[in-house]
């Protein structure tokens, strides 16, 4: 115990740090000075608390560190509540009608915005979207955030005709007479994502706040902001390290002390930070619980997009390889300055073919200066055996995302055969040793992490009759716990976070069912709600 008297007593099944042998638990923490001084036996804990420190009683309810959501776009999905939303529409005559209903709200001239559409829904053409939309400017992404559908008249502001070449890393699709038909693929976005209004500064406030409130709802203390394809649109002082870090760090005020947040930047604002000697994990100038994050790179695209890259072309849509966005030397260039600058990196690599050639740089790159927090591959939804070895080997972090595997279920079967055994293959990667650490990418699917740690053990969400999907691959609830608490922190290389022993910051949620439903993890778990989420020891939600 410590000697530091705490003065508030949380009492109840708390786990204090989820291993994957089984979670730690005592009945009874002390917290003072926003960290956690004593844990134990209720009696010894309250022996050590001071005469009037506060008690705070849970009963039976269980205690857990607050979960990090490793790889989510706050700023994207702040703003997707204002646009419309297609991710559950049938068919494209459906989405029609949602864009009908969504522009009889919008005045004037202003851009018509939305996310969500699949290849699946489209598949029957694109003339109700356009018909629609008439002459409006108008760009949608897709549900994987890898493509767009753009409108003749956003087309057209934007200077794409039949004449644009598809830039590097990209492809604009084309009709038999060469014409673009509106989708627009990865780097293909920027073409006229660059001219779009984005909603930002104070007007994105509200929506912020209101995420936050839903977050510490959910037993989120923790995030680590995913970052943006470019360095363009930034804005305000911190503008030249891109939209996202620009904007969040913008409204600081708004965030701070209301969520642990790592801030990415794109890896095109690399030497912006250096130069600014911003280093990973470093907190940000006068901030309590923001910090610097890693420098995010694309290796590839996506499964639903068809833009993945793979050793073997997929067994769905054009077969093909999917596009690989970098290069050898590109990417020997950009491990060179990240060990320079001691800004790790997280690259995104869906494919099997994007994930060797990220991890094929990782074993050319300089060694990572002591301290350094580790690089991160993003998704890692199929790799080979080999590569899943390799990984662990080379110490990067697998940020993975569960409910993709519970999304994406047929989407693999029809897309990936003969590699379904190596698709987001956990099991496999904790056996080779590597670290998990999990996030939701919302807004690519839902921000609440009991759905995701559902899926980390089902494979499947709580409403899919159909049964687990591949279970070999499948997490243990303890193991899904500590993706989602221990592992971030590990990620971060912080010793203070991520669990509940003395020395931690107090940074937990009281929830609203016990440590069996937890560790059962059956359909129950879907409902699960923290009712009181504190950071630092400070409540930041109460139900």
């Not at 794409?160 to 990209?170: I, L, Q, S």
């Not at 912020?208 to 995030?223: N, R, Y």
């Not at 022993?501 to 439903?517: C, E, K, N, S, T």
Request: hydrophobic letters at 45%; aromatic letters at 4%; charged letters at 25%.
């Amino acid at each position: 115990m410590s000697r530091t008297r705490a003065d508030l007593v949380v009492c109840g099944d708390v786990i204090v740090k989820a291993r994957s042998d089984g979670p730690e638990r005592v009945e009874a923490i002390g917290i003072a000075g926003g960290r956690v001084v004593a844990a134990g036996h209720r009696a010894e804990v309250f022996a050590a608390a001071s005469a009037g420190a506060r008690i705070v009683d849970a009963g039976d309810a269980a205690v857990i560190p607050g979960l990090h959501d490793f790889h989510v776009h706050l700023v994207g999905l702040a703003r997707s509540r204002s646009g419309v939303l297609l991710d559950d529409a049938e068919d494209a005559h459906e989405v029609a009608a949602r864009l009908t209903a969504h522009l009889a709200g919008l005045g004037g001239d202003a851009w018509l915005t939305g996310r969500g559409w699949s290849e699946a829904q489209l598949a029957g053409g694109l003339e109700p979207l356009r018909t629609a939309v008439g002459d409006r400017a108008a760009v949608l992404s897709s549900h994987d955030g890898h493509s767009a559908w753009a409108s003749p008249a956003a087309l057209r502001v934007a200077g794409v005709t039949a004449t644009t070449p598809d830039p590097e890393g990209g492809r604009i699709e084309r009709d038999g007479e060469g014409q673009p038909i509106g989708i627009l693929r990865e780097t293909a976005m920027d073409l006229v994502n660059r001219i779009v209004p984005r909603l930002g500064g104070a007007a994105l406030e509200p929506q912020v706040d209101a995420l936050l409130h839903e977050l510490a709802a959910f037993g989120i203390t923790g995030a680590s902001e995913a970052g943006d394809y470019t360095d363009e649109n930034g804005t305000g002082p911190d503008a030249a390290l891109g939209d996202s870090f620009s904007t969040l760090s913008g409204l600081g005020d708004t965030l701070d002390g209301r969520l642990r947040l790592t801030i990415g930047i794109p890896v095109d604002a690399l030497a912006a930070a250096a130069e600014r000697e911003m280093r990973t994990g470093d907190p940000l100038s006068a901030r309590r619980t923001l910090r610097m994050g890693w420098a995010k790179e694309y290796a590839d695209g996506a499964l639903g997009s068809g833009t993945a890259a793979l050793f073997e072309p997929a067994t769905c849509g054009d077969a093909d390889v999917g596009l690989l966005r970098v290069g050898d030397d590109e990417l020997d260039t950009l491990f060179a300055a990240s060990r320079r600058s001691r800004i790790a990196l997280a690259i995104h690599a869906i494919g099997d073919r994007a994930a060797a050639v990220v991890l094929d740089a990782v074993e050319r790159a300089p060694a990572r200066p002591s301290g350094m927090p580790a690089d991160r591959i993003e998704h890692a939804q199929l790799m080979r055996p080999a590569d899943r070895d390799r990984l662990a080997r080379l110490g990067v972090t697998a940020s993975v995302q569960p409910i993709h595997a519970a999304a994406d279920r047929d989407l693999v079967e029809r897309c990936w055969g003969g590699r379904q055994t190596d698709a987001y293959a956990w099991g496999a990667l904790i056996s080779a040793g590597a670290l998990l650490a999990a996030g939701s990418d919302a807004p690519v699917e839902s921000i609440d992490p009991w759905l995701g740690l559902f899926a980390a053990v089902h494979r499947r969400l709580p409403d899919d009759e159909r049964g687990d999907w591949r279970p070999d691959e499948s997490l243990r609830m303890a193991e899904a716990l500590a993706a989602y608490t221990i592992a971030p922190a590990r990620a971060l290389g912080v010793a203070d976070e991520g669990h509940l022993r003395p020395g931690a910051r107090a940074d937990l949620a009281i929830l609203d069912a016990g440590v069996d439903v937890l560790m059962a993890c059956d359909e129950r778990l879907a409902a699960v709600r923290s009712v009181l989420t504190l950071i630092d020891g400070r409540v930041v939600h109460e139900r």
